[in-house]
């Protein structure tokens, strides 16, 4: 109903009701709402919404014979109402409300020589709000095990109740029996993959006149536990002392920022003076390798504050050997005692041998002598 002059009434009336409305809104500061009367509405909020009713009801505690005077007061205007209904004219319902149904209304009873009145000031937004659905955690994709909490955002107007959906593959499931204030946040208590959706909210509010906002929703997508993927950068499996040496953490496919953990042989390396690591723990290196340093390796992943924690790493094994230079030296240690040895063996073989030449020479030169003296 939009609101209209009140064109029936007689000129004393009007300059009383004028007066009177004066005072009310605000020209006299002695002015109080009478006891007698009390204005309600349905909905009870001062903020509405385009295409919403609003019905406001004057009652009176005392005795019958009542009459009431509706009247609004805007941009420094005050209108007077027609079209009330009820007894006496105490109903004033707003049909199809737009925003020039916003101001401050009043109903004045009067009986006689008596006069109470009662006011409700109705703001009419410029649209409907949204439902927003907010994750906590933020993350769209969800790890096994975990808790989401979901709470539907409706950031205009008060007095909602909530209910919520899921959609399943274009089917909708309803998740609450009916709407109520308390469910505001929806919980979801360790998540499985079967927990993976579309959730939504809408608010309602009001009795007779049910007001909905736009539905909003959120994807959540809950993935198995990921695996850690430790390879080896820089050296190898069978490391040198002094050689430095890099091992890298990773889970493959997932843009969520995890912090990284080491183990060597199953217990958990702390970062000392003689190791360092990157930021987010991704990359362990060893900068001088001892034989301390030999054993299995792995890692894992962990997003702190959320309290999930990938699972472990394939184990990579370090073998760290005697020191290079010990090795070398035995090699060429060997390598000499073998030359010592071939060397004897060709030096008795030489020295055979030209024994035997000498012999021979000495052999040739008797018996030529002998041919010469026969």
């Known amino acids: 109903m939009t609101p209209t002059r009140h ?76 079209g009330s209904s009820g007894v006496g004219g105490s109903v004033y319902v707003l049909s199809s409300v737009t925003e020039e149904h916003s101001g401050r209304y009043q109903c004045e009873g009067k009986r006689g020589k008596e006069r109470a009145f009662s006011s409700h000031n109705i703001t009419v937004s410029d649209t409907r709000p949204p439902a927003v659905v907010v994750a906590d955690p933020p993350d769209s994709v969800m790890f096994t095990g975990e808790t989401v909490t979901l709470s539907c955002d409706i950031r205009k107007g008060s007095g909602w109740r909530y209910s919520w959906a899921r959609n399943i593959q274009g089917r909708l499931k309803i998740l609450s029996a009916s709407s109520s204030e308390t469910q505001q946040n929806y919980t979801l208590h360790s998540v499985t993959e079967s927990d993976t959706g579309a959730y939504s909210c809408q608010g309602e509010r009001g009795q007779n006149h049910k007001i909905l906002s736009h539905s909003g929703s959120v994807q959540l997508k809950v993935s198995a536990l990921p695996q850690a993927e430790l390879t080896v950068q820089s050296g190898g499996a069978e490391v040198f002392p002094t050689e430095r040496v890099t091992l890298r953490c990773e889970i493959q496919g997932s843009s969520t920022e995890w912090m990284y953990r080491w183990y060597r042989d199953g217990q958990e390396l702390p970062v000392d003076k003689a190791d360092s690591s990157s930021g987010n723990g991704d990359t362990y290196t060893i900068l001088s390798a001892d034989q301390s340093h030999t054993g299995l390796y792995t890692c894992r992943g962990e997003l702190t504050e959320r309290g999930v924690q990938s699972t472990i790493s394939s184990a990579v094994k370090l073998n760290v050997t005697i020191y290079r230079g010990v090795e070398n030296l035995v090699r060429i240690c060997v390598g000499v005692a073998v030359l010592i040895v071939l060397s004897v063996i060709v030096n008795e073989a030489f020295w055979r041998r030209v024994s035997q030449i000498r012999r021979s020479c000495t052999d040739t030169g008797t018996e030529s002598d002998r041919t010469k003296t026969t």
Do not use: H
């Open 7 to 82: 064109s029936n009434m007689g000129l004393c009336d009007m300059i009383m009701l004028i007066c009177g409305a004066s005072v009310w809104f605000g020209q006299s500061k002695a002015a109080q709402p009478s006891s007698g009367v009390l204005l309600t509405a349905d909905p009870p909020w001062s903020d509405v919404f385009p295409g919403d009713t609003v019905t406001l009801t004057c009652q009176v505690t005392e005795s019958e014979g009542w009459v009431f005077i509706w009247t609004r007061y805007r941009q420094g205007r005050i209108e007077l109402l027609s």
